[in-house]
């Protein structure tokens, strides 16, 4: 009986312990120099339905449904998704837009599993009258997700993703 109680004990106080040096946060980005003007590049990045075009996630699941609600380009409009097993169900929100630099939303994943994280696009002004884009999305990780976050990387496993969309996005602006 109280090896039962010490293997009991053992097993929380691990798990305690995981839960305290766990990653509380993440903060996944990417950055891409495109050879267009940033009033150009901006305009393109904060429609919603633009990013079909670009975004590594329709690749992965051409057959997914989508719904947009709201004025597109704006705050407030939205855009859901609902894929295969790659792309998962769940919506995106334009929460905010600074014009001609930055564009925030809300990412809201309803399936495999539920999440909320903020995302953005930063544009800026580069060399040779080139433009400098950020792409990101950070939020929260809560328990017991911050546990596995240890054994796993969000930057990792999202990170080419970012790179894949970036490089696309690139090609088809400058064309």
């Given at each position: 009986?109280?090896?039962?109680?010490?293997?009991?004990?053992?097993?929380?106080?691990?798990?305690?312990?995981?839960?305290?040096?766990?990653?509380?946060?993440?903060?996944?980005?990417?950055?891409?120099?495109?050879?267009?003007?940033?009033?150009e590049v901006?305009?393109?990045?904060?429609?919603?339905?633009?990013?079909?075009?670009?975004?590594?996630?329709?690749?992965?699941?051409?057959?997914?449904?989508?719904?947009?609600?709201?004025?597109?380009g704006e705050?407030?409009?939205?855009?859901?998704?609902?894929?295969?097993?790659?792309?998962?169900?769940?919506?995106?929100?334009?929460?905010?837009?600074?014009?001609?630099?930055?564009?925030?939303?809300?990412?809201?994943?309803?399936?495999?599993?539920?999440?909320?994280?903020?995302?953005?696009?930063?544009?800026?002004?580069?060399?040779?009258?080139?433009?400098?884009?950020?792409?990101?999305?950070?939020?929260?990780?809560?328990?017991?997700?911050?546990?596995?976050?240890?054994?796993?990387?969000?930057?990792?496993?999202?990170?080419?993703?970012?790179?894949?969309?970036?490089?696309?996005?690139?090609?088809?602006?400058e064309k």
């Amino acid at each position: 009986m109280y090896t039962l109680l010490y293997v009991l004990l053992i097993i929380v106080a691990i798990v305690l312990i995981l839960a305290i040096i766990a990653p509380k946060t993440y903060d996944v980005f990417r950055t891409v120099e495109i050879s267009k003007p940033k009033d150009e590049v901006f305009e393109y990045l904060k429609y919603l339905k633009k990013q079909d075009t670009w975004s590594p996630w329709a690749k992965k699941d051409p057959n997914m449904e989508k719904k947009f609600t709201g004025t597109d380009g704006e705050v407030g409009a939205i855009s859901y998704w609902k894929g295969n097993k790659d792309v998962g169900e769940g919506e995106q929100e334009i929460t905010k837009i600074e014009q001609g630099k930055r564009i925030e939303g809300q990412l809201r994943f309803l399936k495999p599993w539920k999440s909320t994280s903020d995302c953005y696009f930063d544009v800026a002004d580069s060399a040779d009258k080139a433009t400098k884009v950020t792409w990101g999305f950070k939020g929260k990780n809560k328990f017991p997700m911050s546990i596995m976050m240890l054994f796993m990387s969000m930057d990792k496993m999202v990170g080419k993703d970012f790179e894949e969309g970036l490089s696309t996005l690139k090609s088809q602006l400058e064309k």
